[in-house]
Every structure is written in C-alpha cells, then in structure tokens.
C-alpha cells in the first residue's frame, strides 16, 4: 500500500522550504515595486491614462516575447543557478535604476518592471523544472496549492504593503526595498539542493533545435494539446471581463467607482479560502476534475454577474468565481509537471504560458468594443461561454485519464 503523504512529510523538504522562503521575498519586492512605481508615475504624470497602461505593457510584453525563449534555456541550463542569477540581475537592474532615477529622468523606473519582469520568464520555467525533480509526485499538487495560496494572500495585503511603503518612503526606498528583497530571493534560493550534473551528449542541439522540439512535442502529446487549447479560452474568458469589473460596479450595482476595491477584496479573500481548501483535497481530487468543476462554477458565476443588479447576489458570484480559482491555477501546473517529462518541462511550460496571456492581452484590448457592441451583460455572457468551451475541450481527458501518460514518452532525437 502506497504511503499516504503528511503535510510534514512536504514540509520537510528541503527544496520546498527554499521555494516557498524566496517566494515570500519575491512577492514582497513585486508588490513593492507594482504599487510604488504605480502611485509615482500617476503623480509624476498627472494620472495620465497612457503613462499608467504603459506600467502594464513593461510588466506583461515580455511574458509574450520572452516565455518560450526563458523556458527552452531553462532546459538547457542548470536551472538553481538560472534562478539565482534572474534575482542577482533583477536586484541589480533594479539598484541602476535607483541611481539613474537619484540622478536623472523619472522616466527609468519603466526600466525597474521591464527588465525584471524579462529575467522572471527564465526564473520561471526553472523553478518549474525543479519542482518536477525535486518533488514527489504524490505531492505536486500539494505544492502547487501552498505556492498560489500565498500569491492569493499578496494580492490582498501586496497593495496595502506597497502603497504604505510609497505613501512614507518615497519612490527612492521603495525601489531600494525591492532590489534588496530580491537579493534576499537570491540568497534562499542557495539553500535549494545542488544541481544535478548534465549529461553531456555526442548530439549537440542548437537553441532553434530545442525550441522546434519543444512545440513538436506538445503537439505529439494529445493531453498538453488539449491542455493548450483550453489554456488559450481561458485567456479568452478572463481577458475580456477583466477591464469590466469597474461597469459591473458603477452600472449594474449603481455603486461610486471607488466600490472597486472592495469588490476585488472580496475576490483575493475568496483565493486565500480557496487554496486553503485545494489543498485539502489536493490528494482526494485528481487535477483534471479540478480544472473542469473550477471552469464550470466561474462560467456559472460569470454568467450570474453579468445580470445581476443584486449586490448580494453579485458579491456571493463574485466571492464563488474567487473560491475556485485557486482550483484552475493548481490543476494547471500541476498537470503540466505531471505530463512533461524533465527535459521538456521548461519548454512546455514557455508554450503554454503565451497560450494563456496571448488570449488575455487579446480580450483586454477588445473588451471596450465587446462592450459597446453587445452591452455589458452579454460581454459577461461570451466570457462565460468561452469557459463552457474549455471544460468541453478537456471533458475526454477528464473521463479518460488513464490513458493520458501514454502520449507524453518521446525523446530528443524524436522530436528532432
């Protein structure tokens, strides 16, 4: 009989504890960085329209560019030491900018998101790829959902932090602060288990080589291709309503526009419940049923938002789309450690995440004319068809699990 897995079981590794301590400080110097860079430009500019959306342009452009470039050289290098030299690049990026920004325009703190948000795209892919080593698979699910309960818990006290951090420091120590907090980022990572010695083969493969093998594989492998699919209507769904939530606030629940806040509140308190819980089941409930039952219940809720004019009633959807979110984010990544072998982790992990933000990016900047086109409640509607679609587009792996594994064993030269 297969030894159950305990919380202290996963706690005690090694790994694990390294992960989770630089996360901590990862997120401290994001939220830092986002909100404090934010409130400066808005003051510097006037709450100029163009200059805030640039801030997200600098922040996401380069998860599009740089994704599956960071995640083939995350294949190809040791990824312990990528991953300590992103956060020593980015806290050195980040303290060029402080002197530049001392001593020069205010316009370099465009630099502070942009260059480490290029060196997150390798670091990414990495820590994927050393979850797969060095994580039990009995217990990838477990470590998938205490990683995004803690992202859950900073999207509710990281705009706190970092705006109270502006508000009393300045924008100086506020990017001071995050270049340190990425520093101490590097310094847990040290503590992660060395990196296993490569291998070193008589084939030596090009970058172009291993990046055409890495979408040969996906495609070869029918449950990340459906997996892809889905990830891509995902995006779709989210991308679109994501601008609308101020209309669901100011038309439909006739609240001033200031209510924003709490309605997006009372989503980030529904993740931290709902990671709380995906970790509870995370052993009973295979990941598959998990990403089917949390697609389900947003499309429903999505759906319930976009009619309702009950604040009640839109604030239980809201708080339910929250709830099982969690559920989608941990299913995700850890079906994509389980399906992808080692030496294809980075890559299938670049390819999958572009699939995503590709259709998020698109739907955001189509949303205002979805709107004007169709109305508010129908733009809610789409969205939530487009989650209906992807529950239907993963629906035979849901009830053909056993055989999905069976896709997922080709080697380099197959690809080739």
């Known amino acids: ?9 996963f706690i005690g590794n090694r790994f694990i504890r390294a992960i989770l301590l630089s996360g901590l400080f990862l997120q401290l110097g994001i939220w830092v960085r986002n909100f404090s860079v934010l409130l400066f430009v808005m003051e510097q500019t006037n709450e100029d329209p163009f200059a805030v959306s640039m801030i997200s342009v600098a922040e996401y452009a380069p998860i599009f560019i740089f994704s599956i470039i960071g995640g083939t050289f995350a294949d190809r290098w040791k990824p312990k030491r990528t991953m300590v030299w992103c956060d020593i690049l980015s806290a050195i990026s980040v303290f060029a900018v402080l002197i530049t920004l001392i001593f020069s325009s205010w316009h370099v703190v465009f630099f502070a998101m942009l260059i480490s948000s290029i060196l997150s795209q390798f670091s990414q892919p990495s820590g994927m790829k050393l979850f797969k080593v060095h994580v039990p698979e009995a217990q990838l699910q477990m470590g998938m959902s205490i990683y995004q309960t803690m992202f859950a818990l900073f999207m509710i006290i990281g705009p706190v932090i970092g705006t109270v951090v502006f508000q009393q420091f300045g924008i100086e120590v506020s990017i001071a602060i995050t270049g340190v907090m990425f520093l101490f980022s590097a310094v847990a990572l040290m503590f992660l288990p060395a990196d296993k010695t490569m291998e070193k083969t008589t084939e030596q493969t090009t970058v172009v080589t291993e990046f055409v093998q890495g979408f040969k594989y996906v495609l070869k492998n029918k449950f990340l291709t459906l997996l892809g699919a889905n990830f891509f209507v995902a995006g779709l769904a989210i991308g679109l309503i994501q601008p609308l939530g101020i209309f669901i606030v100011t038309e439909k629940l006739q609240m001033n526009k200031e209510f924003i806040q709490w309605f997006m509140a009372i989503n980030g308190v529904a993740m931290i419940i709902g990671g709380g819980i995906a970790l509870a089941i995370s052993k009973k409930v295979k990941p598959i049923r998990m990403l089917a039952a949390g697609m389900l219940v947003n499309a429903i809720m999505i759906s319930i938002m976009g009619f309702s004019t009950i604040l009640w009633l ?4 809201q708080f339910f789309a929250g709830l099982m979110m969690p559920a989608i984010q941990i299913s995700i990544n850890t ?6 072998e080692e030496p294809f982790v980075g890559r299938v992990n670049g390819i999958m995440t572009p699939l995503f933000m590709g259709g998020m990016v698109l739907m955001m900047s189509l949303a205002g004319i979805v709107k004007q086109l169709t109305g508010l409640a129908l733009a809610y509607q789409i969205s939530a068809i487009c989650l209906i679609i992807g529950v239907i587009l993963v629906m035979p792996l849901v009830l053909n699990r056993k055989d999905q594994k069976k896709d997922v064993k080709f080697s380099a030269k197959e690809m080739g």
């Open 314 to 317: 839109t604030l239980a959807a």
């Open 1 to 9: 009989m297969e030894k159950e897995t305990t919380f202290k079981d």
């Open 335 to 340: 079906m994509i450690l389980q399906n992808a």
